[in-house]
């Protein structure tokens, strides 16, 4: 069955870093979009950024471009979201989520992991 | 980065159905896909609707989508006091080459 397992996450200073890990299993890892989602505290969901299959192709939500980077590694079926010059704002879960094959959606997301920044 | 309009919040009684309306423009909706997601409280959303119209296995059919131009619509029949939740759709923006949600609906069964 398919599953996404989160780790990282945590409390860290503005300013600071942070490194999300998404692991897959129960597909075909390197065949499958990739995404970031997240959720500020008693708010909606907000897309984060995406990565394609193969890592060709990478894009960012405005509010965390040039400060947040998505990547996988298909050899150990891994997505990653590094986060650095977090902000208060930055405070939500964060889900990773397999696109569905084909087109613009979201068929299975992580537990969630919790990120809070505050000084 | 929001779709645009969904109602903040929406009741109807139990049995009875309800839609939940989903506008956007011709970047998103109007020319892409959309996708419904169920958020029952403290939990992980979950996939209702995908590219407009499509149900994923599991999925009952008391659930439905549809789109007209750049409003899409979710349609519930049959409510049960099990389906209060939010309720967020979800499209990619070719413009701004990136995803959109709406803001999300909370509905209550009365």
């Known amino acids: 069955q398919v599953q996404l397992v989160q780790s990282g996450g945590g409390v860290v200073q503005p300013g600071r870093s942070l490194r999300l890990s998404c692991g897959a299993s129960g597909f075909t890892f390197s065949s499958y979009g990739m995404h970031w989602v997240r959720q500020a505290p008693g708010k909606g969901l907000e897309w984060v950024a995406i990565i394609y299959h193969d890592g060709s192709n990478k894009y960012y939500a405005d509010s965390v471009k040039g400060r947040f980077t998505i990547s996988r590694d298909n050899s150990k079926n891994t997505l990653h979201l590094q986060m650095n010059s977090l902000r208060v704002e930055d405070t939500a879960v964060y889900y990773c989520a397999r696109q569905g094959p084909g087109s613009y959606y979201f068929d299975y997301w992580g537990q969630g992991t919790q990120v809070t920044v505050s000084s | ?110």
């Not at chain 2, 969904?6 to 959309?34: D, E, F, H, L, R």
């Not at chain 2, 309720?87 to 701004?96: H, R, T």
């Open chain 2, 1 to 110: 980065q929001s779709v645009s309009t969904q109602p903040p919040s929406v009741s109807a009684a139990p049995g009875q159905k309800v839609t939940i309306s989903c506008s956007g423009s011709s970047s998103n909706i109007g020319n892409n896909y959309v996708s419904w997601y169920q958020q029952l409280p403290g939990t992980v959303p979950k996939l209702l609707i995908y590219e407009d119209n499509k149900r994923p296995s599991g999925i009952p059919d008391r659930f439905s989508g549809s789109k007209s131009g750049t409003t899409a619509t979710l349609g519930i029949t049959g409510l049960q006091t099990g389906d209060e939740a939010d309720y967020y759709c979800g499209a990619w923006d070719s413009s701004l080459s990136a995803g959109v949600f709406g803001g999300g609906t909370k509905l209550t069964v009365l």
